[in-house]
């Protein structure tokens, strides 16, 4: 099983080809499977959502061997379902986590971090955080800690998860066929990672400048 995730972390291009030669159809509900997991367990926020779907896109429209119309709506339903499981979580075990530094790939800095961004943007946090890998699983979690209207934090939910998925997934299905996504999957998949991750390290970095000039 680590294994599994590792190299799922390492290349999600191979892994899914591979996968889809062995198993064929299988792959829709594997893909079920990672998406909901990773919207849904707050302690599961490292697996590679963004990379994940920009491959669904591209292998659909390489090869065929996805169907694009059919995969998008069904990881709809995956990170929305994930979603209403973690914000639920949030709602009951809140005090629970937060009395834990880590729990697996959890740390309590991740909850820290999706509060501040909460504290800044509001119930739109639900939609910009899907994003942001790390916060988009942790996202969910705070909205339920802090009581957040349901119906309010199921709107913006949906909202999110018909952006995220559908914006990652034709991305990588319209560039399926450019030459230099083809040679430079890796650089893309990074950059696509860069791009994700900017906004927490444009956070990092404030949180740190305003550290040194407290301190000074």
């Not at 994940?52 to 694009?68: N, T």
């Not at 942790?138 to 800690?145: E, I, K, N, R």
């Not at 309010?152 to 560039?175: D, E, H, P, Q």
């Amino acid at each position: 099983m680590l294994q599994l995730l590792l190299d799922l972390l390492k290349d999600p291009l191979q892994f899914l080809t591979e996968f889809i030669s062995a198993n064929g159809s299988l792959t829709y509900a594997l893909l079920f499977l990672i998406v909901f997991v990773e919207t849904g367990l707050v302690v599961m926020p490292l697996l590679p959502g963004d990379s994940l779907l920009f491959s669904v896109g591209l292998l659909a429209s390489a090869s065929g061997q996805i169907d694009v119309y059919y995969v998008i709506p069904l990881l709809i339903l995956a990170a929305l379902s994930g979603d209403q499981v973690n914000y639920f979580l949030g709602k009951y075990f809140s005090s629970w986590i937060r009395e834990r530094e880590q729990i697996l790939f959890l740390k309590r800095s991740h909850v820290e971090q999706t509060e501040t961004f909460y504290a800044k943007y509001g119930a739109k946090t639900v939609i910009l955080a899907r994003f942001i890998p790390i916060v988009r699983t942790v996202a969910p979690f705070v909205a339920g800690a802090g009581r957040m209207s349901y119906p309010v934090y199921l709107l913006y939910g949906f909202l999110g998860a018909c952006l995220w998925v559908t914006s990652i997934t034709m991305a990588g299905f319209y560039l399926g066929d450019n030459a230099f996504v083809k040679e430079n999957f890796e650089k893309v998949v990074l950059g696509i990672v860069g791009v994700s991750v900017l906004p927490i390290l444009v956070g990092l970095i404030k949180q740190l400048h305003q550290r040194i000039f407290k301190g000074n």
